[in-house]
């Protein structure tokens, strides 16, 4: 009924007009004002804190500390940061609340009358504090001798995440190669650049629960972490989410989330029934929130003379920050897609997350996708090279088949797709065909046309990743519909059977958050799919913890996966209450997919770490001014297996949104770091795409592979078409110039860097 028409999303009129709700938005006369003190120390000890004097300040109510904190210990998947950082604590955490590892660790609140106040009372707060020694990054944290960022851990190293697998006979693969490509890759940071940065209200809610409305992707898991940190029971919580202006994984960790719950207890027991607010300026979220993993990888491949691939050795290094965020879980994506979506019969793949006193990497689209394709891309892309093999070719001869074994000895779920999207974005980039001329045109405005220093290339690459949680993670997702008949329709029919008129309308009830992207359209769609009811005649409650279950992240290109099967369960159960006579018709249904399996500690064993994947392939067409280093896009052609169409207008969104967010990864974003501190936390020095940097065409060809297990076939793809992009850009540079960049982003410095570094090397100097 539904299913693939490009609706026109409901809140779109709200988002174009302005009267979308976002938690900025929030705002009235009687609300007070929070402001986040954040301790500036990049690794220290505290010995004293002070407030008194902010405490005093006119109008200020409360200035909350660690000793306000009952369990002062958070973390999405580990217990390792605190909520406050202070020299007084309840001593009921894990983690030593006494020292800052992040120059964002938080130290104190303040909630006002005025935001302004509350801006003055945080100058007026002193801190002393012991210096301990900084480890900026991953050559520091690694050295036998490095300060540990996390002692409490008792693991005695700044190594705390080791991902290995052991696959047949790797010495031997590689001792009967024919050819041998090995490179190290470095990739860096990427801020999330979200256009709403983080907001929320909080109080106590008419049922007397504290209550936080906010922006995040997960509404359960925020009260889950917000439970845990204020020593209350999980009924007395509760998170809602309106408007969600972006967050691509960045808002996945907590913020806000358990300090302004903190603030809205505290208040309440000092009798102040008020709501309180805080926002952060741009600067505060760069600052303040996880970004990318950066890290390395050191890769060797074996290939036989027709470039089949026999055997790789593989050493990787996430630099996870001062704390874990979904590091472990990011590590592991790493792990299973650095070599590529490729038959390998034999591997040695390690794999490991670094703690230092960076900025805490966490997850952001495609999570550790991007990095493993980005080493495996380029990998594949020089065995290409070296054997004169066609890349897409070169492909053909290696990429994962129904049946085929992945990396970790098992079967890879039904419904691989890889080659026939390989296929399809090469018979759409016309790739056999020769490329166009350089244009006369300058890359600069203000500098002269010129052929002369124009080069034209061409690339490809393609990449998988998984759908859903992963290794043993306890997945699951939860819907409720309810059935409503026709005006007058409500007893039945006159001899007491049930009523068998269709439903005349429908309430659907889901906590999964729209983060931007359309989720809760395609909810809508799938809803009146599974139902019969028209889309107009249904009504959603979303993302509120007091109306429905947990339906898990809106991460993991998952949640139109798993909400759809949820959404077909409950549709059924509705439908067999209906037919049983009930009026309204209630469905409620808890979606559990198939189980998977953590990955051997020695990596031995054959695990099954994923339950679905998605499979792209891109290729991309470049000038680069060889005088200048500046590159130009011309044309990306973006492959990618969606299983079923939902709502098309939606999923050229996503592909076309995706491809702009790696073509800012790949070329222009580049935060500075330096002895762990953020140097650049604006967009001023943050050079996020505008309208004319970004590629001058992108064409989205939209395979429908079924997945067996998804529902209605469909797959979700949101993360994919980034994953491709900066290998399929690198090899087209190399196609213009001939050098293979390891590293990026590919700013013009960096690219005439390497052609002049290339040149001299070619030159003997």
């Not at 709200?14 to 500036?40: C, N, P, Q, R, W």
């Not at 989330?257 to 805080?278: F, S």
């Not at 068998?500 to 809508?524: I, K, M, N, R, Y």
């Not at 939902?646 to 592909?655: E, P, S, T």
Request: one cysteine or more; proline letters at 6%; aromatic letters at 6%.
């Amino acid at each position: 009924m539904s299913l693939g028409e490009a609706v026109a999303k409901p809140d779109a009129h709200g988002k174009v007009t302005g009267e979308a709700v976002y938690a900025g938005d929030i705002s009235d006369a009687g609300m007070l004002h929070a402001k986040v003190v954040f301790t500036d120390e990049v690794h220290a000890r505290i010995t004293s804190l002070d407030t008194n004097a902010a405490s005093a300040l006119q109008g200020v109510h409360l200035v909350l500390t660690a000793a306000d904190v009952p369990v002062n210990e958070y973390g999405l998947t580990k217990f390792d940061q605190p909520v406050l950082v202070g020299p007084q604590s309840t001593g009921r955490a894990a983690v030593a609340a006494d020292v800052s590892r992040w120059e964002a660790d938080h130290l104190a609140v303040v909630v006002a009358e005025t935001a302004e106040i509350a801006l003055a009372a945080t100058q007026l707060i002193v801190a002393q504090w012991e210096p301990l020694d900084v480890v900026p990054d991953l050559d520091a944290a690694l050295q036998p001798d490095a300060p540990l960022v996390h002692p409490e851990d008792g693991i005695g190293a700044n190594v705390y995440a080791h991902l290995k697998t052991r696959k047949g006979d790797t010495a031997g693969a590689f001792a009967q190669a024919a050819h041998v490509v090995e490179g190290t890759y470095t990739f860096p940071y990427q801020e999330h650049a979200y256009l709403q940065t983080e907001a929320a209200v909080s109080y106590i809610d008419g049922e007397g629960r504290v209550t936080v409305e906010t922006a995040g992707q997960w509404t359960h898991e925020d009260l889950r972490q917000v439970a845990h940190a204020l020593d209350l029971p999980a009924a007395q919580v509760r998170i809602v989410y309106g408007a969600i202006g972006g967050a691509f994984g960045g808002k996945e960790d907590m913020s806000l989330q358990v300090v302004m719950a903190l603030a809205a207890l505290r208040l309440h027991e000092a009798g102040v029934a008020r709501p309180v607010r805080c926002e952060w300026s741009r600067e505060e979220s760069i600052v303040g929130h996880h970004k990318r993993h950066r890290g390395r990888v050191h890769t060797r491949w074996a290939a036989d003379a027709d470039g089949r691939i026999l055997g790789v050795e593989t050493d990787g290094f996430l630099d996870a920050g001062a704390y874990n965020c979904t590091s472990n879980k990011v590590l592991g994506n790493l792990h299973l897609t650095v070599c590529g979506p490729y038959v390998i019969p034999n591997a040695r793949v390690d794999s490991r997350a670094v703690y230092t006193n960076a900025p805490p990497g966490g997850a952001f689209r495609g999570f550790g996708g991007p990095q493993g394709a980005f080493v495996a891309e380029m990998q594949m892309n020089k065995l290409a090279a070296l054997t004169g093999i066609d890349p897409v070719e070169i492909r053909r001869r290696n990429v994962l088949a129904e049946g085929s074994l992945g990396i970790t000895a098992t079967e890879l779920p039904a419904g691989v797709s890889i080659g026939e999207v390989v296929e399809a974005c090469a018979l759409e980039a016309g790739w056999s065909e020769p490329l166009p001329e350089p244009r006369a045109a300058s890359v600069f405005a203000s500098l002269a046309p010129s052929t002369r220093a124009r080069r034209r290339g061409r690339g490809f690459a393609c990449a998988f990743k998984n759908i859903g949680f992963s290794f043993g993670f306890p997945e699951r997702s939860e819907a409720a519909i309810v059935l409503h008949p026709h005006d007058g329709a409500t007893d039945g029919a006159a001899d007491g059977s049930p009523d068998s008129d269709s439903p005349a309308s429908a309430e659907l009830f889901l906590a999964g958050a729209d983060v931007g992207q359309g989720a809760h359209t395609a909810f809508l769609q799938m809803a009146a799919e599974a139902t019969g009811v028209p889309l107009e005649a249904i009504e959603a409650s979303f993302s509120d913890t007091a109306t429905s279950g947990d339906s898990g992240s809106a991460s993991a290109s998952r949640l139109t996966w798993m909400t759809g099967n949820a959404i077909l369960g409950a549709a059924e159960e509705a439908a067999k209450s209906w037919l049983n006579g009930d009026r309204p018709a209630l469905g409620e249904f808890r979606y559990v997919p198939p189980p998977t399996e953590p990955l051997d500690p020695q990596g031995l064993a054959p695990t099954t770490p994923n339950f679905a994947y998605g499979y792209v392939a891109e290729a991309v067409d470049l000038s680069v001014d060889v005088e200048t280093g500046h590159i130009v896009v011309h044309d990306v052609v973006c492959a990618v297996d969606v299983g079923r169409v939902v709502n098309r207008a939606l999923v050229v969104g996503q592909v076309e949104g995706a491809i702009v967010q790696a073509h800012g990864y790949a070329l222009s974003e580049d935060l500075a770091v330096v002895d762990g501190r953020i140097l650049n936390p604006r967009f001023s020095g943050y050079l996020i795409p505008g309208i004319t940097d970004i590629p001058e065409r992108v064409r989205s060809v939209l395979l429908e592979v079924r997945d067996p297990r998804g529902p209605f076939g469909l797959r979700g793809m949101a993360e994919m078409p980034f994953l491709p992009y900066t290998p399929a850009l690198a090899a087209a540079l190399h196609d213009a110039t001939g050098v293979w960049f390891d590293s990026f982003p590919l700013t013009p410095s960096r690219v005439l860097e390497g052609l002049t570094f290339s040149s001299s090397a070619a030159n003997g100097l």
